[in-house]
């Protein structure tokens, strides 16, 4: 069975730090993707990555940047220069490439407060 | 914007009632999910449907049952309501499996 793991609950740092959420995984398939979702305090989910197992480079997308490690079954999001926008609960999530198993499973998230 | 609405955006009923929740996925998405988020589950995958057919279930009460119209939308129908089914229940959409999913602004169930 497929499950997904943010051992971080709540993570508070001061603007402009740098922030690592940590993401770790399990699942028995060779074949997966795993994303990362964002909910501000307005509540809805926002996409923000999709990545496939057989692609391990690492990816960089303005202040975020993603790590993704098969060795350790890790997904790691980090945030430089970190702003008070950036105050959300993150979500880790995996999908196995199954026919009839499409679905999401989520870790329990992250609540990430920038502090001013 | 993700291009997924839902409505309604709030509802309050009482226990041992029924509501129907409504979704129109993006425009070309085939696929439709729905998810419910509660403080003691999270977020927890309820059922999927592409092109109109189930593809598969999750964690679903027997209580609720959804759909998915020839147009596309789908309803999520809930009763016999329970207090526990409070919750926020998310659709989301995407072009077809394993793609990534763009979620509605979600429904907020109060149950009293």
């Known amino acids: 069975a497929q499950k997904v793991t943010q051992a971080q609950t709540e993570i508070s740092v001061v603007e402009k730090e740098d922030v690592t959420l940590d993401c770790v995984y399990e699942?028995?398939?060779?074949?997966?993707?795993l994303f990362w979702y964002k909910q501000p305090p307005s509540g809805e989910l926002v996409f923000l990555i999709r990545?496939?197992?057989?692609?391990?480079q690492n990816e960089i997308s303005g202040r975020y940047s993603w790590n993704f490690q098969k060795s350790t079954s890790s997904f790691n999001f980090t945030i430089t220069a970190s702003q008070v926008v950036d105050s959300a609960v993150y979500f880790c999530?995996?999908?196995?490439?199954?026919?009839?198993?499409?679905?999401?499973?989520f870790g329990t998230g992250t609540r990430l407060t920038i502090i001013p | 914007d993700s291009g997924v609405t839902q409505t309604p955006k709030h509802l309050i009923t009482a226990t041992g009632q029924r509501v129907t929740l409504r979704c129109s996925p993006r425009?070309?998405?085939?696929?439709v999910y729905w998810y419910q988020q509660s403080l003691d589950q999270g977020l927890q995958f309820l059922i999927q449907?592409?092109?109109?057919?189930?593809?598969a279930k999750g964690n679903i009460l027997e209580r609720f049952s959804a759909q998915q119209f020839p147009d596309l939308h789908s309803e999520l129908n809930l009763s016999s309501l329970e207090l526990g089914d409070s919750a926020l229940y998310f659709c989301?959409?995407?072009?077809?499996?394993?793609?990534?999913?763009?979620f509605g602004p979600g429904t907020r169930l109060t149950v009293t």
């Open positions: 425009s070309g998405d085939l696929s």
């Open positions: 999530a995996l999908s196995e490439v199954n026919f009839g198993n499409e679905k999401l499973t």
């Open positions: 699942t028995r398939d060779t074949t997966y993707y």
């Open positions: 990545r496939n197992s057989f692609d391990e």
């Open positions: 989301a959409s995407s072009v077809e499996g394993w793609y990534e999913q763009y």
């Open positions: 449907y592409y092109n109109g057919e189930e593809r």
